[in-house]
């Protein structure tokens, strides 16, 4: 591999960004935090508005949000007694973009296997 490669160089990551990395991505991975992070997507939301929306209990959907907030997926406000949440920057969308584009890939890829058998 030639390090002196700018884009080679890019593809590498330390060990501290490789620890980050799977910490940022276990806060994804569960089904419901993704759900949560979608409705947040389409604009900042309540514990309780968020609750109806992926249909679990308030008390679930709290625990989730916690685990987006300490990873630093969403922000929170306080507005009198209800805790609005917010998902911060325009970054996460873009990786469950790319993260959905590459799940059609394999979708399509596993297609055209069994199309040859």
Known sequence: MDDTD??????????????????RFKALAHPLRVKIVEVLLDGPSSVNRLAEEVGAPQAVVSQHLQKLWASGF????????????????????????CVRGCLLVKSDTEDERDDEE
Not at 6 to 21: F, I, S, Y
Not at 74 to 97: A, K, M, N, P, Q
């Open 74 to 97: 969403v922000r929170r406000s306080r507005h009198g007694t209800r805790v609005v949440y917010r998902v911060i920057g325009d970054d996460l969308s873009l990786l469950l973009e």
């Open 6 to 23: 700018p884009e080679t160089a890019m593809r590498k990551w330390d060990d501290e960004m490789l620890a980050v990395l799977a910490e």
